[in-house]
């Protein structure tokens, strides 16, 4: 997993939870990493798995919400510098629908060891679409979040059904309704 995640996920936790939770994190976790980590770098993900359970045991949020909230915040910190990506498409379906074959593609370029997730985007109807997520680390919700960021970024109300198409939730179908 790249470090720009795991960067950008303490910047959250400092501004959500305060520094101290920051520090009582990495000591509460077995990191191979120590905690360190560079927005170029490549980390285990079993590192955000730790990082993201013991906040939830310590913040009594459940992991699910801290995923989605992490993935929005993600989207408008870290993503928004890609603002090319979002200027391209002209709502949220197209910028959903050009994910893996625009998106993917450029980031490759610049991270090419990156294990990037897969999806495939199915337009039903022009209020209607199915996107299909493929990941090996399983963060569903942490996609979700990301597709509820996208929707903001467009100005646009949708509603989000999930079907777990794997039960261990490697592949999911989200169901995007635009209200």
Known sequence: MKGVVFVGFFELVEKEFGYEMVDKLIEACNLSSDG????????????????VTKL??????????????????????HL??????YEAAEDTFAFLESIDGHIHVE????????????????????NKLELIYKSKRKMGDFAEGLIE?????????????????????????????KA
């Open 80 to 85: 928004r510098k890609y603002e090319p990506f």
């Open 149 to 177: 960021d996208t929707a903001s970024y467009y100005n646009e109300e949708i509603k989000i059904t999930r079907t777990l198409l794997e039960e261990d939730g490697s592949e999911i179908k989200f169901t995007i309704e």
């Open 107 to 126: 980031v490759k370029k610049l991270y090419p060891d990156a294990e990037l997730p897969k999806f495939d985007a199915y337009r039903i109807s022009d």
């Open 56 to 77: 939830s045991e310590f913040s009594n949020v459940p992991v699910p919400t801290l995923l989605k909230t992490y993935a929005r915040y993600f989207g408008k910190a």
């Open 36 to 51: 360190v980590y560079t927005t170029i770098g490549t980390y285990e993900h079993s590192e955000m798995v730790q990082l």
